[in-house]
């Protein structure tokens, strides 16, 4: 575990936190109005290896030998020139200044504009000091239709290990038996609703922004796997979630290659299978692998992948009123509600993706990237 303090003064600004993998939904944009929940479980942290933050050069300002080696292989519309390694923590995990000792952290007034809706989006520089120094050392970002979040600047603070607590990532067995699967499908709030909990007049059922995540990064790798070939994916939820898109966008033909779930828990893969559907450690980031390396790993966030492999019954749906979290009862039977609409990729996750691909240099591939609004207009985005 580790304690981060400011650069300038050494001053605490966290409670202890250990690290975690930076979950594939951090840089997100979902909806219009949607009031999202806090991005990191509490007591967690995770590091994003790429620059953020200004300034910025266009793509035609960077010659293609140059992005390639900053790992993008297509035209984006900027490439950030700011430092890498911003560290993203709950904001509850930030020491306040309540206590009057000179320590945490506090709100720039200053910088609480920017390109915001409802509420604060960092756009305009950091809007968090160091309660001691007053040395910007984070952006606090809770707009609507945003993850909430606070992310530290890369060289404004330090990590410090604490004593006693290194522990070693769980093994894939124990993952399995705490069994923490994500949803597929969960209640948006509106931006501003007041509601007590167990209201669901403020909330629609959507499918879960972070399956959306997932799946806009599966499926830039799922194209690249194809070789240009359609790709057969199982049935049930995962052919809800990409068979619509994939048979779309790939060409249809006999040579098809086969994509399969494959984990802890599940049996071996068959020779016939192409394409190996794993999950990804929460705390690593490292996709499981099996013995045999042949086929394309396409990695999934744990939680959507146990749902994909084991699937569970749909969460019960309040009828009217609210119990405290976890407590149910005999009226309470009804599953949730479905979506009103088909699964849709997240599009942005897809796109930054697929540009670090080096398949996408593939004339074919190419072509999905350039027509993504295309795609989008057909509604597998």
Partial sequence: ???????????????????????????????????????????????????????????????????????????????????????????????????GDAHGTVLIPENRGGGNCCGLDGSAGPNVACAACARPVASRIDDCSLWQAMWLVPNAVRRLPVDGTNAAPLPWSELMAEGKGTPPFEPIARWGSRMAAGHWSHHWWSWSP????????????????????????????????????????????????????????RPAPDGDADILLVPSHPQTGEAWAPADPGPYLVPLPFGVWLWLAFPEPDPPFPTSGGLPDG??????????????????????????????????????????????????RAGYF
């Avoid at 292989?73 to 700011?82: E, K, T």
Wanted: some cysteine; glycine content about 8%.
């Fill in 1 to 99: 575990m580790f304690v981060f303090v400011c650069a300038g003064c050494g001053a605490e600004l966290t409670a202890p936190l250990s690290q975690v993998a930076l979950p594939v939904h951090a840089h997100q944009t979902y909806g219009n109005g949607a009031q999202l929940p806090v991005l990191m479980d509490s007591g967690t942290f995770a590091v994003d290896p790429e620059p953020c933050g200004p300034p910025w050069r266009k793509w035609e300002e960077d010659q293609p030998d140059e992005a390639a080696a900053r790992g993008v292989y297509a035209p984006v519309h900027a490439l950030s020139d700011g430092a890498p390694g911003a560290t993203v923590i709950a904001p509850g995990d930030a020491h306040g200044d309540a206590h």
């Fill in 210 to 265: 972070q399956w959306e995540a997932a799946a806009g990064r599966a499926l830039a790798h799922l194209l690249a796997a194809s070789e240009g070939r359609s790709v057969v994916v199982p049935n049930g939820l995962a052919a809800e979630v990409f068979r619509r898109a994939l048979d779309g966008m790939l060409p249809a033909g006999p040579q098809a290659r086969r994509a399969v779930l494959a984990g802890p828990g």
């Fill in 327 to 376: 407590v149910l009862r005999d009226d309470f039977d009804p599953p949730a509600p479905r979506p009103r609409h088909l699964f849709r990729a997240d599009p942005e996750t897809f796109r930054q993706t697929l540009v670090r691909l080096p398949d996408v240099r593939s004339p074919w591939l190419r072509e999905i990237l350039d027509n993504l609004t295309q795609h989008m």
